[in-house]
């Protein structure tokens, strides 16, 4: 699996780049993702995103999270190697998560637990929704749930 990290300057002393590829490699292990996966994570802050969640969303706020698929369309489910064509250099472009930094903050203390499980969270939120999980109905609402608590149990040595 190859996971490309950026991590804007005012963030780069606060979040580890190593920290979120073991995320994103342990969700995608876990929902038995291609090993020629690829994706991409973006550290930001809250005017970069909200002008993405403006142009994208028509949403002219901040947001925690927003996913881009390299896709067209969002198949049901991406984990099965043949759901669609593969590139020349053979990995199996997934999409961009992107993240501000200063939502996941002020979540992390509404919530009160730290930065690091805010931004795990987040991580695999983002990355199931590359996958082609969703939470616009309450059934899909709920395997897409279901699926974050699993990656969190499952990646919770990482955070202590």
């Known amino acids: 699996m190859e996971i490309n990290v950026i991590v804007?300057?005012?963030?780069?002393?606060?979040v580890s780049s190593q920290f979120l590829k073991k995320i994103a490699s342990e969700t995608l292990k876990a929902q038995a993702?291609?090993?020629?996966?690829e994706l991409g994570i973006v550290i930001t802050g809250q005017a970069e995103i909200k002008d993405l969640n403006l142009k994208y969303r028509g949403l002219n706020e901040p947001t925690d999270v927003l996913s881009?698929?390299?896709?067209?369309?969002?198949?049901?489910?991406?984990?099965a190697?043949?759901?669609f064509p593969t590139p020349p250099d053979?990995?199996?472009?997934?999409?961009?998560?992107i993240i501000s930094y200063p939502q996941a903050e002020l979540q992390a203390t509404a919530?009160?637990?730290s930065v690091s499980h805010e931004i795990a969270f987040l991580l695999i939120?983002?990355?199931?929704?590359?996958?082609g999980y969703d939470h616009h109905e309450v059934v899909a609402e709920a395997v897409m749930k279901s699926h974050q608590d699993i990656a969190m149990k499952h990646i919770r040595e990482i955070l202590e």
Do not use: C, Q
């Open 111 to 113: 919530a009160g637990h």
């Open 81 to 83: 190697a043949d759901d």
């Open 90 to 97: 053979e990995n199996i472009h997934l999409g961009e998560v």
């Open 68 to 79: 881009f698929y390299m896709l067209e369309e969002n198949p049901e489910n991406l984990t």
């Open 33 to 37: 993702a291609d090993p020629n996966s």
């Open 125 to 131: 939120h983002g990355v199931l929704h590359l996958l």
């Open 8 to 14: 804007k300057p005012p963030f780069k002393k606060l």
